[in-house]
């Protein structure tokens, strides 16, 4: 845009598209309703035009939250969304529109904050030519769109998409996944049938049941039981139909569940009831049959999406390994190829700003490589000549060749996932106890079923069926059934309002009982960036020109040391003649001279080495070889982690450190927050035996972590927690997300887990004892059906109202260590 503005917004206003700080200076900038915004880098100029210039402007206005910042790097990556263009990688996730010539795919897209981005993607994707819809799902972050591939190709709309900030790739979830979505949204279906036909039921029974026989007349009567009859047969053969499903399997397997006096019941009370409707005589029971079925489909249906939310899908190790790669022939000639394609012994090529698509050796080049997904350790690690790489890794700055060792499935990567599928399956479950109980109670009560049932037939068979039936309502374990769930329920709200996600139904039980706490380091304690805290110049050099000078070193590295001087950045300062060392530091020319910024010993060239000025990490700027100023970096602590250790130890509760980092690195933060348990340079086999160790030893693990490495720990553990900037394969391993970055959460979940449980406990002694309480009555003929459903309804109306006494607790917090205490309000 090259109009004039008639008014500037000042750069401390943050960059208009990101919110980031604006560089002094900085030239990049775009003009909306004559207006100029600043903008803080090239990356965020290039996604604001693209959007302006879309005619997509609204957007801005549209907006309730910030983008995160566009990936400078993007460019780079251009060249390989030729890749999806492949029909053979088409066939995994591709698919044919119905008849027609157009086909459709799923994307799996990044940096969606708010309906806005939703909106900019589907006007900038609809507009293009060949594109006949597309939706976005705001929820799971992804995208469906359809396309006419004779006129669009699928690369194209990859690259309008990065082009405004959004980076994709395919998305296709395995059958395991598309199962679970059939079954829940059967389950909804159900429950919505269920819920109709109840509150239909009962409108034509409450008139009845008020008026009673001589109040309405003989054909209002038999037409609202006509009318029952009707709306409860759907509730039966479709809603209740998972009942029935189960208890023909629990009998074939010769065991007996919940679900087998539940589709007595069910059947009983229908097959009688409409035999009374057809035959004009007895008594009609439709009501209980739809209440009764609604109530256990709603306990069920909670349960399930608990549950669903842990799903384990296998798109999480295509989301850590590249889709692409550049494969070298013999005579040296470039091939983009699917990563899925390579096999042992190919040589690939991995540029600055690419993936590493396999496991490997490097046969040329030298290179900084961000193994931070699979380590969880921030710093790049130096890879020479020899060295073996991982795929997953990101090269930073120069380009390697790499000879492929392991690839697809026998990948490090790989093997991690099989660590976690591993932990899975040897997860203690709380379930196995419950089956068990549940087994013994269902046979007692067919066995008094039947007993009754037998004593009736000699004290009066035309009564025979109403108890019996009596007794299955009025016992039918459905309060039981609801006691877990619903606290569970109200549970997982009060952690939701306060930014904790629970993935895992038996999460809040597990969460109860935790002795141990161990927390990952980098990400979790720390917040995985490096800053600069310290300062101290040499030879006159002030303090601001020194950082001044360093920033322009950095200026156009994406290492997280070059971001720890972003803050310092100016646009008018450039530095000549750049030159980046791997795994040293950087140079380059002011003013004729020349400045090294990295290791003092690269920083020196060959002159005595000054000793830093204090222990940790320390990075030395020199003037042709003369040390001018010594810059200290931290990984920052999270502002509540110690607050959150001294209230975890209050709790009880014993605090350990277990990280990949190096010793002094983990002994200074330990010594920090005050944790006298921690390990160093653990990986991630050993950090799943530290768990072993603890779980072995009679306690309870709840294991805190962010990335890759830490899957394995968190299915291992008791219970497991993840930070809210956590890797996708860590959030879905997880009891628990966190939502905000504050570490105090856990504590506050603590104590509400802690309070469910008692509710839940509560609530399980209730249902027993109203079961133990109505058998009797039930079994000597004083309870009738109507009345026995009334009473089942109603135990689980207690159990449902004592769940909501959850919503009463507050958490205070003390001044002193922050701690949260929960007390009833």
């Known amino acids: ?225 006509w009318l029952s009859f009707a709306l409860a047969t759907p509730v039966v053969f479709f809603s209740a139909q998972p009942f029935f499903r189960n208890a023909i399997r629990d009998l074939r397997a010769r065991a007996l569940g919940m679900d087998v006096p539940v589709s007595i019941a069910i059947a009983g009370a229908y097959l009688a009831s409409g035999y009374a409707v ?24 909670v349960e399930s999406r608990a549950r669903r939310r842990s799903g384990h899908t296998g798109n999480a190790l295509s989301g850590a390994l590249p889709l692409s790669a550049v494969r070298l022939t013999d005579d040296g000639e470039e091939r983009i190829l699917p990563a899925s394609e390579l096999a042992a012994g190919d040589r690939v090529l991995i540029r600055p700003g690419h993936g590493v698509p396999a496991d490997g050796v490097i046969e040329e080049g030298e290179s900084s490589l961000d193994e931070s997904m699979l380590t969880g350790e921030y710093l790049p690690v130096t890879r020479r000549i020899g060295d073996h790489v991982t795929g997953g890794s990101q090269n930073i700055e120069s380009p390697l060749v790499v000879r492929v060792t392991h690839a697809g499935k026998e990948a490090r990567v790989a093997g991690i996932v099989d660590l976690t599928d591993r932990a899975f399956a040897s997860r ?10 549940s087994h013994l109670f269902v046979l007692r009560l067919l066995v008094v079923t039947a007993v009754v049932a037998a004593a009736w037939w000699f004290i009066d068979p ?48 597990s969460l109860s009982q935790v002795d141990r706490v161990i927390f990952d380091k980098t990400g979790t304690l720390t917040c995985g960036e490096m800053q600069l805290v310290e300062t101290r110049t040499l030879e006159g050099l002030s303090a601001d020109r020194a950082r001044v000078i360093a920033a322009a070193l950095e200026a156009h590295s994406e290492h997280p040391i070059a971001r720890a001087f972003r803050p310092w950045r100016q646009a008018t300062v450039e530095a000549g003649e750049r030159v980046s060392r791997t795994g040293q530091g950087v140079e380059g020319s002011f003013d004729g001279q020349r400045w090294r910024l990295g290791r003092p010993e690269f920083a020196v060239d060959g002159r005595p080495m000054p000793e830093p000025p204090g ?18 970096l931290r990984d920052r602590v999270r502002e509540d982690a110690a607050d959150t250790v001294v209230a975890l130890k209050a709790s009880g509760m014993r605090v350990e450190l277990l990280s990949g980092d190096n010793m002094d690195a983990v002994r ?28 072995a030893a009679g306690e309870k693990v709840a294991m805190v972590g962010d990335g890759i490495n830490d899957v394995p720990v968190l299915a291992g553990a008791d219970v497991s927690i993840a930070m809210n900037g956590a890797t996708d394969l860590a959030r879905t391993s997880a009891d628990a997300v966190l939502l905000s970055p504050r570490l105090m959460r856990i504590v506050e979940s603590i104590e509400i887990a802690r309070a469910t449980r008692r509710i839940m406990r509560q609530n399980m002694i209730w249902s027993v004892c109203y079961n133990f309480a109505a058998l009797p009555l039930a079994a000597i003929g004083i309870v009738p059906p109507w009345v026995a459903a009334l009473g089942m309804s109603g135990s689980s109306l207690v159990v449902v109202g004592n769940a909501l006494r959850l919503n009463r607790y507050r958490l205070a917090s003390s001044s002193s260590t922050a701690s949260a205490r929960l007390v009833n309000a």
């Open 615 to 632: 222990i940790g990490q320390w990075l030395l700027l020199a003037e042709s070889g003369e040390p001018r100023a010594w810059f200290a």
């Open 428 to 437: 203690p479950r709380l379930a196995q106890l419950a089956a068990r109980m």
């Open 1 to 225: 845009m090259t109009q004039t503005a008639s008014h500037v917004t000042p750069a401390d206003a943050g960059c208009y598209h990101c919110g980031s700080q604006v560089p002094s200076g900085a030239p990049w900038s775009i003009v909306l309703d004559d207006q100029a915004h600043p903008l803080c880098c090239p990356g965020c100029e290039a996604v604001a035009h693209a959007i302006v210039d879309g005619g997509l402007a609204s957007y801005y206005r549209y907006r309730t939250e910030l983008p995160e910042r566009p990936d400078e790097r993007q460019a780079v990556r251009a060249e390989t969304w030729a890749v999806f263009d492949d029909p053979g990688l088409q066939r995994q996730f591709v698919h044919a529109e119905g008849d027609t010539d157009r086909v459709h795919a799923t994307l799996a897209v990044d940096g969606i904050t708010c309906a806005a981005c939703a909106w900019l993607i589907e006007h900038r994707l609809n507009a293009l030519e060949g594109v006949t819809s597309s939706a976005v799902n705001l929820s799971h972050h992804r995208v469906r769109v359809a396309w006419d591939p004779a006129r669009l190709k699928l690369s194209r709309i990859l690259a309008e998409m990065a082009a405004i900030g959004y980076a994709a790739q395919p998305y296709e979830p395995d059958a395991a996944q598309q199962r679970l979505h059939h079954e829940e949204r059967m389950n909804v279906r159900r429950l919505i049938v269920a819920a109709v036909g109840m509150a239909q039921v009962m409108m034509f029974s409450i008139p009845i049941y008020v008026a009673g026989p001589e109040g309405i007349s003989a054909d209002f009567h038999a037409l609202f039981h």
């Open 278 to 301: 057809l035959s004009d005589s007895g008594e009609v029971y439709f009501d209980s049959v739809t209440m009764f079925t609604f109530f256990l489909l709603f306990g069920r249906y």
């Open 462 to 509: 035309s009564r025979v069926l109403w108890v019996t039936l009596s007794v299955l309502v009025v016992t039918c374990p459905c309060a039981l059934a609801l006691a877990t769930p619903t606290a569970l329920t109200v549970g997982h709200g009060q952690l939701r309002r306060r930014g904790v996600l629970i993935t895992r139904a038996d999460a809040i039980e």
């Open 668 to 695: 200074a933060l330990a010594e920090q927050l005050g944790i006298d348990e921690w390990r160093a340079g653990a990986s991630p086999e050993s950090k799943l035996e530290r768990i072993r160790e603890c779980q």
